[in-house]
């Protein structure tokens, strides 16, 4: 168990790895730019950034993302999907910072 923020994990190197984020620690960098990060797995997605890797493409219209988020966003589209409900209006939206923007109208 994590002391700083009493998360819970299976794996003790999970933990390990979960206590860079308290201390600051970013141990792994980008050989193209140098930017640094916390864990190796958002070294991955980053690269992709340099390197135009699209390994996620949806299988409607073929249009090609670099993470899974991003795909999982866009596929709503062809599903109609929205999972993000005002609860002020029951207006509904296909992501969180849609809904997020919209409730600022309603607490000015």
Same mark, same amino acid.
């Given at each position: 168990?994590? +002391?700083?923020?009493? !998360?819970?994990?299976?794996? !003790?190197?999970?933990?390990? !790895?979960?206590?860079?984020? *308290?201390? @600051?620690?970013?141990?792994?960098?980008? +050989?193209?730019?140098? #930017?640094?990060?916390?864990? #190796?797995?958002?070294?991955? /997605?980053?690269?992709?950034?340099?390197? @135009?890797?699209?390994?996620?493409?949806?299988?409607?219209?073929? /249009?090609? %993302?670099? =993470? /899974?988020? *991003?795909?999982? /966003?866009?596929?709503?589209?062809?599903? @109609?999907?929205?999972?993000?409900?005002? +609860?002020? &209006?029951? #207006?509904? %939206?296909?992501? =969180?910072?849609?809904?997020?923007?919209? =409730? &600022?109208?309603?607490?000015?």
């Amino acid at each position: 168990m994590c +002391d700083v923020c009493n !998360k819970a994990f299976s794996l !003790k190197g999970n933990l390990v !790895k979960h206590q860079h984020i *308290h201390r @600051g620690e970013r141990p792994y960098m980008c +050989d193209v730019c140098n #930017k640094v990060f916390s864990h #190796k797995s958002n070294l991955i /997605k980053h690269l992709r950034t340099h390197t @135009g890797e699209r390994p996620y493409t949806c299988d409607v219209c073929n /249009k090609a %993302f670099s =993470q /899974k988020t *991003h795909l999982i /966003k866009h596929q709503r589209i062809h599903t @109609g999907e929205s999972p993000y409900t005002c +609860d002020v &209006r029951n #207006k509904a %939206f296909r992501q =969180q910072s849609t809904l997020i923007r919209h =409730q &600022r109208v309603h607490s000015s």
